[in-house]
């Protein structure tokens, strides 16, 4: 009896043992962490808020603070970090703490250098000055504070004998700013009693060197001995006078001297006309020994022009978080074969077929607003032939017209003519199969594919047949969008779909007269557009 006891009691410990010694908070520690890593913020941050609530762990802070800085929370972020970095390995702390301890440091200070700072600087000193900054009174406002980027800041800054002023700024990441602060004064103290003090003192000092000029008064005495002076010396230089004249009229007599000085330059022609009486059959030939540099013709201008080269997509994640979320990056390689036909100088008219290749391995997505239960795994293997004309500007940047700058426009249609999409209900890998507890949202890039309904066991809330996804299981090919399956809603696999680039940027090279090279790059219906060819004249 004793020994079944025993035996009940050991696998009730071994069943229950996770929840017994697990950690207050856990629970919502790991869930929060699931969260962040998938970058779905707003559901981890107040998981992982209730986590550090009830017990602190660097493991679960250092997630905390890298959603408040997607969010924009720098401060709270900046505050975390430091505080988890200042931390030493406790005893019960997992390899995890350990590791979150270590990059918080190195998270801190990136953080940092990106954190704006502002400074108020009064232009002048006003008695009992106050400054607000969203309500809270900056006891320094001339020393840097910090504030989080992108945020309106509403400053009010307000002095004794002077009319309040408030004004709105926003910072931008890693803005060091400086606000000069100049304050209006009040209608009745507009004259402070301390300037025309100021202005006063200086004046006097400059009066008491004038008052010393009595003493100067005996010397004022002397100007009659000053007339007596002068008499002689005016009547003296009038005599002097009748000496100068003689010493003017030399200079008219040396000016004749200078006129034939003059009439040299004039010899030289003289001198050319004997050259040319010297051959009077040569008169004309003059005009013929010096002709004028005529300028460098332009390069002939080429009509038609047959091309080919790669042609890709790069069609961004964000176009996916448009219509739902999850999605990836995708690159869509391809090439083109085009053939170009001048109109006018400067326009050529395109017309080309092109190949893309729109493969995109497993990719996790769902529609916007959708529950975590209706991701599914998306993969396609889809080809597609596009036909297009496009419309370029060409606008020569040196005279021979060796480069070219190329604006332009285009406009057509594709078609996938080989390949499917591919659509597969997911669940959470992390979960355990058995546990329907354990099938909780988490990272849906660490999703994996049902098997069928409710397979894995336990997975039906992830892996189910009740609504339009209840097919959805590996096999599964998505229809075109041109049919609907009854029953169903309309398909989504593109079969035919238009075609627009505008605007399309360019660059030419044309090294020699038949061969051109061109970049070009785009914004297009299908992504981002690229492209690198080269063309013949024909």
């Not at 697990?22 to 970058?39: S, T, V």
């Not at 100049?182 to 008491?208: D, F, I, N, Q």
Request: glycine share 8%.
């Amino acid at each position: 009896m004793r020994l079944s006891i025993a035996c009940l009691v050991g696998l009730l410990a071994v069943l229950f043992a996770h929840p017994v010694f697990a950690g207050p908070g856990d629970k919502e520690a790991n869930q929060g962490i699931n969260a962040a890593r998938g970058g779905f913020c707003k559901r981890a941050i107040p998981l992982l808020e209730a986590a550090e609530g009830q017990r602190h762990r660097p493991s679960s802070a250092v997630p905390l603070a890298d959603c408040y800085v997607k969010q924009g929370e720098l401060l709270k972020a900046s505050e975390i970090y430091h505080k988890v970095a200042s931390e030493k390995k406790e005893r019960g702390y997992s390899a995890r703490d350990v590791a979150a301890i270590t990059s918080a440091k190195k998270k801190a200070a990136q953080l940092d250098a990106r954190i704006p700072t502002l400074v108020v600087t009064p232009a002048e000193p006003y008695e009992g000055l106050v400054v607000e900054i969203d309500g809270e009174v900056i006891s320094e406002p001339s020393a840097p504070h910090p504030f989080d980027p992108g945020k309106v800041l509403v400053i009010v800054a307000r002095a004794e004998g002077f009319q309040e002023t408030s004004q709105k700024i926003t910072l931008k990441e890693k803005q060091q700013r400086e606000i000069k602060l100049r304050l209006k004064p009040k209608p009745g103290a507009k004259k402070p009693p301390e300037k025309p003090v100021a202005k006063k003192p200086p004046e006097k000092p400059a009066e008491k060197p004038v008052a010393t000029t009595p003493s100067e008064k005996p010397v004022a005495k002397k100007p009659p001995e000053k007339p007596v002076a002068k008499k002689p010396v005016a009547k003296k230089p009038p005599e002097k006078k009748p000496a100068e004249k003689p010493v003017a009229k030399k200079p008219p007599e040396k000016k004749p001297a200078e006129k034939p000085v003059v009439k040299k330059p004039p010899e030289k022609p003289v001198e050319e006309e004997a050259r040319v009486a010297t051959r009077p059959d040569d008169k004309a030939k003059p005009a013929v020994e010096m002709p004028e540099p005529t300028p460098p013709s332009p390069r002939r201008q080429r009509d038609v022009w047959l091309g080919a080269g790669f042609q890709g997509f790069f069609i961004p994640q964000l176009l996916f978080e448009l219509l739902g979320e999850g999605g990836r990056d995708v690159l869509v390689p391809g090439g083109d074969i085009s053939l170009s036909t001048r109109i006018g100088r400067r326009f050529d008219l395109v017309f080309s077929v092109a190949y893309a290749n729109f493969r995109m391995h497993e990719t996790p997505f769902k529609p916007k607003g959708h529950p975590d239960t209706d991701y599914e795994i998306v993969e396609s293997d889809l080809q597609a032939l596009q036909a297009s004309v496009r419309f370029v500007w060409n606008i020569p940047l040196d005279r021979d017209e060796l480069f070219a700058f190329r604006l332009g426009a285009g406009l057509g249609a594709g078609w996938t003519f080989m390949g499917d999409l591919y659509r597969t209900q997911a669940y959470p890998a992390d979960a355990v199969p058995g546990d329907p507890g354990s099938f909780v949202p988490g990272d849906p890039y660490r999703y994996v594919k049902c098997r069928g309904p409710n397979n894995p066991l336990g997975s039906f809330r992830y892996c189910n047949q009740l609504d339009y996804d209840a097919d959805h299981y590996p096999g599964y090919v998505e229809p075109s969008w041109f049919t609907r399956p009854k029953g169903r809603p309309q398909g989504l696999r593109p079969l035919v779909y238009p075609w627009l680039v505008l605007p399309e940027i360019g660059l030419a090279l044309r090294p020699w007269d038949r061969v051109a090279f061109d970049l070009r790059v785009g914004a297009s219906v299908t992504g981002l557009l690229g492209g690198l060819g080269i063309r013949f004249a024909l």
